[in-house]
């Protein structure tokens, strides 16, 4: 659905995302869907490093990688070699990655100092200081963020979510006055018929029949995959696991499947280009994430009518906003299996909560539509804008 009215200014954005492709995860799919819905109002540029992505009217950079690896050498280039490309001719550079230069700084992560840092005092702390100083690369991500949120005309900092603005505040103040939530979207898919749900199981070869969990996440360790497996064990035999995310993992995890005699019952799919049909094909969402600033794939499953599982406040950024028992199931501790399992006992022996969490969940993200989250986020353009030539003037 295009955005209403015409800005009073059509803008020259450039977009920085070193992978621009729908199987990144979830801050690609974020920073894709924004260019999307702006393209039809601004003019609208993405460099990257790798590409697979098409829209009308988005032009494409190819920014290029001759190192790999280590990883913080290619993050040093990429933002040499984009603040190069952009230094002049842009309205706004809009940075999703670690670069020190761009108005607008998207944070899709825990920043690396608050990491390093957080809870560590007195020898610990220096001892954590004497690890970054003798660290090539830790020096060198401290230093792209260090610039990244520095104080300067125009600069805006976008975070995804309220629990990590006063994250945010902490590690960099000076970021406090220019730091914004700007949440993921959502464009709502039709309801889901059982015509549908068929289709979609049959196009990604799981089981016609039985209840199907899902899993999305590209970091399946990170993203809690371990414990539901271990939970899995526990549950009936007519439910099987959808796993959707990056492909390098799936052997590893395959073989704690199989160890738990859960083979023939989980379903490794890899990374997938569109997730819709996966969102179709499953009865329940189950993300026990560890650390999530958001966790755009809860917002998209809800989106879809799934009753969603997904780990508390204190693990994951979106559950700040849900209810308990009324459109969410959320975890004390994604660590325990135990509790998991607990959780989804009951949530499959319940058809009228299912019923409940699945109107809940799509009541709750009519309110996060892409469209409305689009002008957002273009506000704040034209506010660096302002802030900038208002710098200059003076």
């Known amino acids: 659905m295009s955005l209403p009215d015409s800005p009073?200014?059509?803008?020259?954005?450039?977009?920085?995302?070193?992978?621009?492709?729908?199987?990144?995860?979830?801050?690609?799919?974020?920073?894709?869907?924004?260019?999307?819905?702006?393209?039809?109002?601004?003019?609208?540029?993405?460099?990257a490093q790798e590409i697979d992505h098409q829209w009308p009217g988005v032009t494409y950079h190819k920014v290029s990688a001759p190192l790999r690896k280590p990883r913080w050498i290619n993050q040093l280039w990429f933002a040499t070699a984009t603040?190069?490309?952009t230094r002049r001719g842009f309205d706004v550079v809009h940075s999703h990655e670690n670069t020190w230069h761009g108005e607008v700084q998207t944070v899709h992560v825990m920043p690396v100092k608050y990491n390093l840092f957080q809870g560590r005092h007195g020898a610990?702390?220096?001892?954590?200081?004497?690890?970054?100083?003798?660290?090539?690369?830790?020096?060198?991500y401290l230093g792209l963020e260090r610039a990244r949120y520095?104080?300067?005309?125009?600069?805006?900092?976008?975070?995804?979510?309220?629990?990590?603005?006063?994250?945010?505040?902490?590690?960099?103040?000076?970021s406090r006055a220019v730091t914004s939530v700007v949440t993921p979207g959502i464009t709502m898919p039709p309801p889901v018929s059982a015509s549908r749900k068929r289709e979609a199981r049959a196009q990604l070869r799981l089981p016609a029949e039985g209840t199907c969990l899902l899993f999305v996440g590209n970091d399946y360790r990170k993203k809690g995959?371990?414990?539901?497996?271990?939970?899995?064990?526990?549950?009936?035999?007519g439910v099987m696991l959808a796993v959707v995310g990056n492909s390098a993992h799936i052997a590893e995890f395959r073989g704690v499947a199989e160890a738990l005699k859960l083979g023939a019952r989980v379903f490794f799919l890899g990374a997938l280009k569109d997730v819709a049909p996966a969102y179709e094909a499953a009865d329940i969402l189950v993300h026990p994430t560890f650390e999530d600033t958001f966790a755009m794939v809860v917002l998209e499953a809800m989106a879809h009518g799934l009753p969603v599982v997904v780990s508390g406040p204190k693990y994951c950024g979106i559950s700040g906003l849900l209810r308990q028992g009324v459109n969410a199931l959320m975890l004390d501790d994604p660590r325990d299996a135990g509790e998991l399992t607990r959780v989804l006992g009951d949530l499959l022996g319940r058809a009228g909560l299912r019923e409940t969490l699945s109107e809940g969940?799509?009541?709750?993200?009519?309110?996060?539509?892409?469209?409305?989250?689009?002008?957002?986020?273009?506000?704040?353009?034209?506010?660096?804008?302002?802030?900038?030539?208002?710098s200059e003037r003076r």
């Open 225 to 237: 995959l371990e414990a539901l497996l271990q939970a899995m064990a526990q549950l009936p035999a």
């Open 124 to 140: 610990r702390r220096v001892l954590r200081w004497i690890k970054v100083v003798t660290s090539p690369r830790l020096l060198a």
């Open 150 to 174: 520095a104080a300067r005309p125009g600069r805006q900092v976008v975070v995804t979510s309220e629990s990590l603005r006063p994250i945010m505040a902490g590690s960099y103040p000076d």
């Open 8 to 47: 009073a200014k059509k803008l020259r954005v450039a977009v920085f995302n070193r992978t621009f492709s729908p199987t990144g995860g979830g801050a690609e799919r974020y920073s894709i869907a924004l260019v999307e819905q702006l393209s039809a109002r601004h003019e609208m540029h993405v460099f």
């Open 83 to 85: 603040w190069w490309a």
């Open 361 to 390: 969940a799509v009541a709750f993200a009519t309110h996060y539509q892409w469209r409305e989250i689009a002008l957002q986020q273009e506000t704040l353009y034209f506010s660096a804008i302002a802030a900038k030539a208002g």
